[in-house]
Every structure is written in C-alpha cells, then in structure tokens.
C-alpha cells in the first residue's frame, strides 16, 4: 500500500463526469474507493491502472470487470452500471452488487465483503481504509462520500480558499520553544456576540482564539446538512452497535447541533496536523465531531489508544507534544512513533466526503492528517485541502462555569487515557504551561459527569441567561 502513497497519480478523466459537473482530477479517489468497495479482491494499484485505460471511467471499469468475472461481481446490468458513474450512489451500489458466497448462493457484495475480514493493523504497518463498509468496521468513524451536491461542495470550497486568505499558524509551547501549527486555521461562529466570547472567554490550547471570524452563508447552510447527517449516524449508531442500544454513558442524549467551526487549510503536500484528541473543555465528555473534506485528498491517520503503566504526568506531555497540530511536518513525534509501533489506519478522504467522528473517538483514539509525499492536484484548490470540524459546545461548559487554575488561568479538560488505574476519568488541568509566554501551575481536578455528560460541579451551579453559542442553523 506505501506504493499508493509514493505513486504519482496519473490524471483520469471521464467525459460522463461533465454531465454531472464533477472535474475529472478531483475524483480520482472518490472513484477508487468506489472501486475498492466493488471489487475488494482487486488491488488498489490495479485498479488505478484499470480506471486510467477505461479513461477514468467507473461505469466502463465495472462493464469490463463484471463481464471479465474477474471479480466476485457479477454484470451489475446497464442502468445499474451507469449508476455507478453517479459517485453519490456508492454505499447504495455495492448492495445491489451480487456475488457468489461460500455456500454458493448470491449474495450482495456488501454482505460478502463484510465476511471478508481485513487484517488488523499490524505492528509497523499501516492498514490504507476506502469504502465506507470498511471504515465503520475498523473505526469508530462514519464516511459520507458525496455529502453535498458537486456544486455546493465546488462553492464552499471556493469560498474557504478565499477565507483562507486570513487564515492562521497557531502558537504553542514546546518545552521552551514556541512553535507554529504545520497548517493554518480559522474558527467560525454565527454572531458578533460569539466573537466577543470566542476571543475572550472560550480559550484553546491554554490561550485566547485570535482568529475568529464570522460564519459565512455557506458554511451555515451546510451545517444544516451536517447535522441532519450527524444526528441520524448517531441514531444508527447508537441501534446497531452500541451495546442493549443504548448511548454510551456520558455522550449527549440531546440533538447534536453544531454552534463552532474549526476551519483548517493545509497547503501543499507537507502542511500536517499531529497525532492528537480533540480538546474536551467545552465539547463535553464523548462528543461527536462532523468533518467536511474539501480539495485535494489526504490520509486522515488513526490509532487507538493503548493504556500503559507510567504516570499520566507523561502522558499528557505526550499528548500535548503533538496537540494541537504540533509536530512540524514530517517530524517523528513520540506519538507518530508509537503509531509505528502499533500500526495505524489511514482513511483517504477525498474532496466532499463527511467524516464523523463518533462519540468513542476521542476519548479511545488519536487522529492526525500525515504530511504526503506526493498529491494529487485538485481542479479548484491545487494543492490546498480545506477541512471544516463542525462542533457542539455545551451550554453547561460554558467557561464562566469552569474551573480556574491557581494562576487564574482556565482549566482545560481530558480523559486519562494510559494509566489503567485511571483510564476513562475526566481531571481539570492547568494549560496554561503550554501558552506561549505564561507560566502553568500544578492545578488538577478530577472532573465529575452525570451520565447525559453535563458537568456536577460539587456546588449548584444556575445556569444564567447569559448568552452561549447560537445553533448555526437557528441563527438563520
Ligand atoms: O483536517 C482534518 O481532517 C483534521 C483536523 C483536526 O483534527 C482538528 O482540527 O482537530
Ligand atoms: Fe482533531
């Protein structure tokens, strides 16, 4: 699989494709991972080959293959297979893909390929995941491939790129050296109110936001979307995997409505964000974070968590080393070592796919966007990825009701997650160490949660009507 990281992309086109205002590059891996989920048993190198004699086809690919039997597919039939070339329908497709199964009846693909099980990742080795089947069965994520219509996806993206513009490197502190994020971002909010708040009350990696900027329509208007897409993977997720169908303890019982934007441009093959979990301090324990893909694709790196027996002290060290977007790119933090050591999964996200990150995620698993050795250019963006973390912050951890350090700082908050002892419980803690130009304290809390995850603080906190974030979607 390294092989499809190092190999450089032949451009495919299709000519069907203009019928549905989609540009030939910028699919080419949207119409892999739609191959990969037909035909499991063909390589991925193959495949690329096969697609660029078919002239960047899927609809030939799948006639040629089907008609071969050199997959399990059988002919998928002529209205079905122009479908295919429709890369909305790629979950969908594979259902309706019959194929012979080991008691020799047949079966729809999706099934059989379930029963094909990938091999773990192993030590070293990096596991590459493209259909949708196989994210959800390895991780605890969800992958919407042609989440918006190609020309509100083609808009948005268009209107980031020039957003872009005044987009910024985060600063943080790396022992006693203060270092730039390998990627610029920007948060969105929807009110004047927000920004007020974003940039004096909420703080991020131990420091007030300097760039907050105001939602633009687009954005809104997708966070509709999102969060119809969100709420109903939760739903599902919740009937069909969690176990007596029940939300995890702490996750949210309400409708997830996204209120922030975390918005992150990544500039060429090297620009990076580091293995890290998402800050918790006003997302709340077990939160569920939408991602939108746009431009060019990358791999989005995934590990899990593994406790071990040292102090949580240098855990967090560890954790803070490459959070948020620490490591400069191509640098081998601790935690990319260990990700080697362990093995990790790579989810390719092509241009206008959604990612949700379940309510496990955070808590269990480290996530990262590796630097590439090579790319593929996109038609809009070039070289430039543009990604929209849609999140829910909590009325109730709102930060006048958080704890403040002995320095007067605000407390961030995390899940232990090495020690076994701990593993699982929340602690306040000063951030403020990692600041640029402050000096942290020792201050430490563990932190208490109901079981619908809203924090009890101990003493009876009313919550004001003081203003909190507004719903993107209601401030409409
Ligand atoms: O760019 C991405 O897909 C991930 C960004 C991310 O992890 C973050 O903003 O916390
Ligand atoms: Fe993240």
């Known amino acids: 699989m390294d092989a499809f990281i190092s190999r450089k992309r032949p451009r495919v086109s299709d000519s069907s494709e203009a019928k549905h205002e989609s540009s ?23 495949l690329l080959d096969i697609l660029v004699s078919c002239e960047g086809s899927v609809e030939k690919v799948v006639g040629l293959l089907s008609a071969k039997g050199s997959t399990a597919g059988t002919p998928i039939g002529k209205k079905r297979a122009a479908v295919a070339s429709s890369f909305g329908m790629q979950t969908s497709l594979s259902s309706h893909v019959f194929t012979p199964a080991e008691d020799g009846s047949m079966k729809p693909l999706r099934e059989s390929a379930s029963n094909k099980k990938l091999p773990p990742p192993q030590k070293g080795k990096t596991l590459h995941l493209y259909s949708p089947e196989d994210i959800a069965t390895y991780t605890p994520c969800t992958i919407i491939h042609n989440f918006l219509p190609t020309k509100e996806a083609n808009a948005l993206l268009l209107e980031l790129l020039d957003e872009s513009k005044h987009f910024s490197r985060y600063e943080f502190q790396l022992f006693n050296r203060t270092v730039q994020s390998p990627h610029t971002h920007a948060v969105y909010v929807s009110t004047p109110e927000e920004h007020r708040q974003q940039t004096s009350e909420y703080t991020y990696g131990g420091t007030y936001r300097s760039n907050v900027r105001q939602a633009t329509p687009q954005l809104r208007s997708v966070s509709r979307q999102v969060q119809k897409a969100v709420n109903s993977e939760i ?13 995890l303890q702490y996750q949210s019982p309400k409708e997830w409505r996204p209120n922030a934007a975390f918005v992150n441009c990544y500039d060429g093959p090297t ?35 593994v406790a071990r027996d040292d102090d949580e002290t240098a855990e967090d060290r560890d954790a803070d080393k490459t959070s948020p977007g620490s490591n400069s790119a191509g640098k081998q933090t601790a935690s990319a070592t260990r990700a080697n050591s362990q093995g990790q999964i790579s989810i390719h996200l092509p241009h206008n796919s959604l990612l949700i990150m379940h309510a496990e995620m955070q808590e269990e698993w480290k996530h990262s966007i590796a630097p590439a050795q090579t790319i593929s250019p996109h038609s809009i963006s070039g070289n430039r990825r543009i990604n929209i973390t849609y999140r829910w912050y909590r009325d109730t951890l709102h930060p006048r009701y958080t704890p403040r350090c002995k320095c007067g700082e605000h407390t961030i908050l995390r899940c232990a997650q090495r020690k076994n002892e701990t593993r699982g419980r929340y602690m306040w803690m000063c951030y403020a160490g990692f600041a640029p130009g402050k000096e942290g304290c020792s201050f430490f809390q563990w932190a208490e949660f109901d079981d619908d995850g809203d924090p009890v603080w101990g003493k009876k906190v009313i919550l004001d009507k003081a203003p909190t974030l507004v719903n993107f979607s209601a401030s409409q």
């Open 271 to 305: 620009e990076s964000v580091g293995y890290h979990s998402d800050e918790l301090t006003y997302v709340g324990p077990h939160p569920v974070i939408g991602s939108l893909s746009l431009g060019v694709a990358r791999e989005f790196r995934v590990r899990r968590i």
């Open 235 to 247: 739903n599902k997720r919740i009937r069909d995997i969690y176990p007596d169908g029940k939300k």
């Open 24 to 46: 030939p590059r910028e699919d080419t891996d949207t119409k892999l991972a739609i191959l990969l989920s037909l035909f499991p048993t063909i390589k991925q190198d193959e």
